[in-house]
Nanobody
Framework: QEELVESGGGSVQAGDSLRLSCTSS????????MSWWRQAPGKEREFVAG????????AYADSVQGRFTISRDRGQNTAYLQMNSLKPEDTAVYYC???????????????????WGQGTQVTVSS
């Protein structure tokens, strides 16, 4: 059964870093555009970062540009979200998503994603 599993969340101080991981036992990430999303309490889920399935060209939300980096390790079948200079407003549940042959356009569309992880909590205190 295909599923995505996130890990790496936690509680940190403002300015700290975290690296989130997303793995799958049923999907081969090389054929998927991957993305990270987040949802804060009382807010809608929002796009954070994603990449094209083949070129790995990346896209970022303005709020995280320059602080977060999305990447993929094909050998480990794992996607990552490196988060630096964390701010309290980054506090949210973070989800990874996968879209078969996902482009930069489709990985930024939550309705296009075919698989979602269960989410991992990130809490940043000031």
């Amino acid at each position: 059964q295909e599923e995505l599993v996130e890990s790496g969340g936690g509680s940190v101080q403002a300015g700290d870093s975290l690296r989130l991981s997303c793995t799958s036992s049923g999907l081969t990430f090389g054929s998927y555009g991957m993305s990270w999303w987040r949802q804060a309490p009382g807010k809608e889920r929002e796009f954070v970062a994603g990449f094209h399935w083949r070129t790995e060209t990346t896209a970022y939300a303005d709020s995280v540009q320059g602080r977060f980096t999305i990447s993929r390790d094909r050998g480990q079948n794992t996607a990552y979200l490196q988060m630096n200079s964390l701010k309290p407003e980054d506090t949210a549940v973070y989800y990874c998503a996968a879209k078969y042959l996902g482009t930069l356009t489709t990985v930024q569309d939550s309705h296009a994603a075919e698989y979602w992880g269960q989410g991992t909590q990130v809490t940043v205190s000031s």
